[in-house]
């Protein structure tokens, strides 16, 4: 019950976030609605690895199956590299911003 | 058309999320003890990540310092002209953020080096440091945190940080070093690797808020 609520979860967020990206305007924004639905598919893995009544993957911590440990070392590599490329593109929009004076993705198509 | 499509993605997705339920058949992985029992580590995330999936790892660490360099490279043009005003916080928060910061070191320290026998690792102790340097800079002020920090040493220290995780990997990848210390070794390696990267980002947006 716990991973189909944060199944739910994810594919709510990850529908937010796209809803964000398609239909604002301001570039800001558009990667805002990345950055939630991002979230959503790092929930998505995060919910993929659970197991009803599974233990955490830690060697002698208790009896039963442990949980799946991959989806939670993808996740780890999906959270830093998330975080970096966020930095990134946040940076070329400042450059942007200082160029064109407009955030707005429209105007910026339509004055190329 | 475009929702049709969008509708129709999230609901494979959702369905894919039905393998949990055995519902569709799972691939058969190994134990993940035997990963890490394997590797010589208690926990198995971490034996995943700086063992079995090493490649990954140093890859994610490339790609982190490529966007940290490209954060400095593309924000070195753009600085505020005029200096902000000293930041109005009273001196209790100012000394309580200074006492606090020896606390959260150390603690990023235990979670770095306590990664492969526990919960933890490298990435969040790294993440743990950058909030460290951020409750110093709401505290001080970026400018004075800057000038204190002494930014081209740290970048050197990044970069070397890069060097050593690579001949790190060398000697996993290629000489199949298995030892908890290169464990240890990595993950306080990858620690420093983020920890400088996230202060650069905070430094850098910072210092270039930029007439907007």
Request: glycine letters at 10%; one cysteine or more; a neutral charge.
């Amino acid at each position: 019950m716990e991973a189909l609520s944060g199944l739910a979860l994810a594919v709510a967020l990850a529908g937010l976030g796209l809803w964000a990206m398609v239909t604002r305007r301001n570039i800001v924004w558009k990667l805002l609605g990345l950055n939630v639905a991002s979230g959503g598919s790092i929930l998505f893995l995060v919910a993929l690895s659970h197991r009803p009544g599974a233990r955490p993957a830690i060697r002698g911590l208790g009896p039963g199956p442990a949980v799946d440990p991959l989806p939670q070392a993808l996740v780890l590599t999906a959270i830093v590299i998330h975080f970096a490329t966020l930095a990134l593109a946040l940076a070329l929009v400042i450059i942007l911003t200082e160029h064109r004076h407009t955030q707005d993705a429209k105007r910026l198509e339509e004055e190329q | 058309m475009r929702w049709a499509l969008t509708f129709g993605l999230l609901g494979l997705t959702g369905l894919l999320g039905l393998g949990i339920f055995e519902i569709w058949p799972r691939p058969c992985f190994p134990d993940p003890d035997e990963i890490a029992l394997a590797w010589g580590v208690e926990n198995s995330v971490a034996a995943i990540v700086l063992g079995q999936r090493l490649w990954d790892t140093i890859l994610e660490v490339l790609v982190y310092v490529l966007a940290m360099v490209g954060v400095r490279f593309f924000l070195a043009g753009l600085r505020w002209q005029t200096k902000l005003p000293p930041v109005a916080e009273t001196p209790f928060f100012r000394r309580s953020a200074d006492l606090l910061f020896g606390p959260i070191l150390v603690f990023a320290i235990y979670v770095a080096a306590s990664g492969h026998i526990g919960p933890g690792g490298g990435f969040p102790a790294g993440v743990i440091v950058g909030s460290g340097l951020l409750l110093l800079a709401l505290a001080k002020g970026t400018e004075q945190l800057a000038a204190e920090l002494y930014e081209p040493k740290l970048e050197g220290l990044e970069y070397a940080a890069v060097l050593a995780t690579l001949v790190l990997g060398a000697l996993v990848l290629i000489f199949g070093l298995r030892s908890a210390t290169a464990f240890v070794a990595g993950n306080i390696l990858i620690a420093l690797e983020v920890a400088i990267g996230a202060w650069a980002v905070l430094h850098r947006f910072a210092a270039a808020r930029g007439e907007v």
